[in-house]
């Protein structure tokens, strides 16, 4: 009789912003909580809601030819916010914990984590929940984790695993590939091969748009530790952090898993932590001024034979925990009279409400931020029409969430003075141009496109705008590049680049 393999899937990803306000138990229902069965239905969809990884992983050990049964167990997402409500957070936990125990015995489990979840009550949940997951498993089950480049490592998180494997892109758009490579390194350890991890978190963090990987310090980590992967060593991931976690375990981390011996991970761990290091003053940002934004996307306006160009606002980005509603470039830009831009997404549910009730072709005075004003998100008044109207489902076309089903909440295109604004009611970065041609626009004929995106929407926007006329708009937000704009409380101190005197002793051992 044939051996049937049972592998747990789940997963609980937040990317969490010590800055933004809290993610209850409803920014998790609003974009992703299901348990059990409901989970091996949305893989057999065939634009999935889920986290490109869990369906990918199934696939891959369909295709594995070894004979598994999937057992659900609960996989919940929220766009990056604030810390988890921590009684939420429990009571998920909680379920996954009984959940487990009812699908015991199990051959393997696969968790599709971010890495950077903190709680109202932990600053590690990521490591609460896997060391849950060891102690119901008991030591000899296999436990893969995928993460994302931005996770926050912890000791717990790698003690309570067997294999750490996170993407190697940003913009991400690897998920896929690393859900198989997760499959393919259990399929391994059921063979035999045994996990030896090296792991080391150097005392440096840096803003996240320095951290592309098409280019830069973070490509050649990432770079060098590919080219150096030999047969001795199964996975090689080095990790970026995300800084706005504000939490004891920040850093750049570098963790290698060796095939059945330390010795080679370790010493691939070293030099690639070396290396970083050693390009620490490389982790600089190349920012836009306001006025110089403005003045570039007026010049496009006025005149035609200027090549197109994409503008960033980077500081209010939905996907690191900004708001999606900052006024800075929108105000700007009116006041200025540009003509020719697209802007995509403005969040704010009552304004789009009061669009859809004024309906296509009606023009009102608007007031942005009405019901949502807090520290960054100012109240703006300005006239505008309803030039089209839409219920925000969609599916991903280019990058990141290409063929997934989404969701921006009811949604208008604005007209602003000359600008297009799409006002969504859901958080979501600008990094799909569907947001636009959701609602009949053509990227090809904007002179100019403003997003809130800190750079997935790169993988988006590429076959539109090249390196060159790609803009990072300096201005102030909760996901600001301007790490001195912020009052960090719990980063490992000294830390680069904001303590210029921190030092790092070497791998240690
Ligand atoms: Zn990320």
Redesign the pocket.
């Known amino acids: 009789m044939t051996e049937i393999k049972r592998v747990a899937l789940m997963g609980f990803l937040l990317?969490s912003n010590s800055f933004a306000p809290v993610s209850d138990e409803q920014a998790f229902r609003s974009l992703c909580y299901m348990a059990g069965d409901e989970i091996l239905e949305d893989i057999a969809k065939p634009n999935a809601s889920l986290p490109v990884e869990i369906p990918s992983f199934a696939e891959a050990m369909n295709r594995s030819g070894i004979a598994w049964e999937p057992a659900p167990i609960v996989v919940t997402a929220a766009e990056p916010g604030g810390p988890v409500d921590q009684v939420f957070f429990e009571r998920t936990k909680d379920e996954m914990e009984q959940r487990l125990r009812a699908a015991m015995p199990l051959d393997g489990v696969y968790i599709a984590e971010?890495g950077?979840m903190t709680g109202t009550g932990s600053y590690d949940p990521d490591g609460d929940l896997f060391e849950m997951v060891r102690a119901v498993v008991g030591p000899d089950v296999p436990i893969l984790a995928t993460l994302?480049?931005?996770a926050n490592i912890s000791e717990k998180m790698v003690d309570s695993t067997d294999i750490l494997i996170s993407?190697l892109t940003?913009p991400?758009v690897d998920q896929k590939e690393r859900a198989e490579e997760a499959c393919d390194l259990m399929v391994e350890m059921w063979s035999g091969m045994r996990p030896e991890v090296a792991f080391i978190r150097l005392p440096l963090v840096a803003p996240?748009v320095t951290l592309l990987t098409a280019e830069g310090p973070y490509a050649d980590m990432i770079n060098y530790g590919q080219a150096h992967k030999t047969n001795a060593i199964a996975n090689v991931s080095a990790v970026?952090g995300?800084v706005f976690g504000d939490t004891p375990m920040n850093g750049i981390a570098v963790i290698v898993t060796g095939r059945n011996e330390l010795g080679a991970a370790q010493e691939l761990c070293g030099k690639i932590a070396e290396q970083g290091w050693n390009d620490r003053d490389r982790f600089r940002t190349n920012l836009t001024s306001l006025e110089g934004a403005v003045a570039m996307m007026v010049a496009n306006g006025k005149d035609a034979s200027r090549p197109a160009q994409i503008f960033a606002d980077v500081a209010d980005n939905p996907?690191g925990g900004g708001r999606g509603n900052t006024t800075w470039v929108l105000k700007a830009l009116v006041d200025a009279g540009a003509e020719g831009i697209c802007f995509s997404n403005f969040i704010d549910p009552a304004l789009a409400a009061k669009a859809h009730a004024a309906g296509v072709g009606a023009s009102f005075d608007a007031v942005f931020n009405e019901q949502s004003e807090s520290l960054y998100s100012n109240r703006f008044e300005a006239p505008v029409k309803v030039l089209a109207l839409a219920d925000g489902k969609c599916v991903g076309r280019r990058g990141i969430w290409a063929g997934r089903a989404l969701n921006l909440g009811p949604s208008a295109l604005l007209q602003v003075g000359e600008i297009k604004v799409v006002v969504g009611s859901l958080r979501k970065q600008g990094a799909d141009p569907v947001w636009l041609e959701m609602f009949g626009l053509d990227v090809a004929d904007a002179r100019s496109v403003v997003v809130k995106s800190r750079g997935h929407f790169r993988a988006g926007y590429d076959e539109y705008f090249t390196p060159e006329r790609i803009f990072e708009i300096d201005v102030p937000g909760l996901t600001s590049p301007v790490l001195s704009n912020f009052d960090f409380k719990h980063l490992p101190r000294p830390v680069y680049a904001l303590d210029k005197d921190t030092t790092w002793d070497g791998p240690g051992w």
Do not use: K, T, V
Request: aromatic share 16%.
């Open positions: 990317e971010h950077a994302d480049l931005h993407y940003n991400h996240s970026a995300f996907g």
